[in-house]
């Protein structure tokens, strides 16, 4: 058997009766990784993760199939906004600018792949002209929160040896904070340029966009001497595709659909944490405090 089969949950919905009809369309036994959270089959053909999909539709629980070879990756590179946080940074900046309809309707369409990156990020930017600056503070402390399994994520393959970056297009204001709480060892965003106090409208050039954090993904590994098939990238929208297709694991966290239809795996109903166990990472190796 050259490929794992791995079911995921949220913490303790991984159900008997789902995992039993997964046996039934492997004809295998569960290896279990985490009682009632997560478990694997080995098996042959990774094609045969679309009649285990189909087999549990309503049962909400993540099937994907990962090589056997460098499962246990190297190199975690995560986007945040709606990946490792809850939220779109820029759309709650918004909300205090009063103008969080029109900024986030930009947001879901770049995201979506349906306009370019970096010309949406300078139309949103321009609409927060004039903005206190004191309010990205405001935003961080009442809507920024890691979303779950994320620390576990970072801290466990931190202490395994793995490095780990946190890559966005979003602000360096947030990343920097983003990346203390879950345990990053670095991190690059966009940062936004401040005059007397306000927001001036602008964003530094050149802008972290698509191909930006490919090319970090690709210097990180060469930095650390590692093979490309040993890194995991994660994120949910089309500025993440190049490094999610690139990646030797590329993950769609609840992602959109150009990303989770193109992505070697994909998390909708899973925390954070899911990636590990697509790793062979067992319940009792998680890092959890």
């Known amino acids: 058997m050259n490929h794992t089969l791995v079911l995921t949950a949220a913490l303790g919905e991984l159900h008997d009766d789902a995992v039993t009809v997964a046996a039934k369309v492997l004809d295998g036994t569960p290896h279990w990784l985490s009682p009632g959270t997560a478990c694997d089959f080995p098996v042959i053909e990774p094609a045969v993760v679309a009649s285990v999909r189909t087999a549990l539709a309503g049962h909400n629980v993540d099937a994907n199939v990962v090589p056997n070879t460098y499962r246990r990756k190297r190199l975690l590179i995560a986007d945040m906004d709606s990946t490792i946080i809850g939220c779109e940074c820029i759309d709650e900046i918004a909300d205090y600018a009063g103008v969080k309809p029109q900024i986030a309707a930009i947001t879901e369409r770049a995201m979506r792949g349906e306009i ?5 990020l300078r139309e949103r930017v321009a609409l927060l002209k004039g903005l206190p600056e004191k309010t990205l503070a405001r935003v961080y402390a009442e809507r920024v929160r890691l979303n779950d399994g994320a620390r576990i994520l970072v801290r466990t393959m931190s202490e395994a040896g793995a490095k780990t970056a946190l890559v966005s297009g979003g602000f360096t204001f947030f990343t920097s904070r983003v990346a ?8 690059k965003a966009n940062e936004l340029d401040i005059e007397d106090g306000k927001l001036s409208g602008t964003v530094r050039e050149p802008i972290l966009g698509r191909e ?8 990180l590994a060469h ?9 995991l990238a994660i994120g949910d929208g089309a500025n993440d595709l190049g490094m999610i297709t690139a990646a030797g694991l590329g993950i769609a966290y609840r992602a959109k659909p150009v990303v989770a239809e193109v992505a ?26």
């Open 116 to 120: 370019p990156f970096e010309s949406a």
């Open 180 to 187: 203390d709480a879950a345990g990053f060892a670095t991190n």
């Open 212 to 219: 930006a954090k490919l090319r970090s993904l690709v210097a």
């Open 223 to 231: 930095e650390g001497g590692i093979d490309i098939k040993e890194t």
């Open 264 to 289: 070697h795996a994909r998390l909708d109903h899973s925390d954070l944490s899911a990636a590990l166990y697509l790793q062979g990472y067992r319940e009792t190796e998680l890092v959890l405090d």
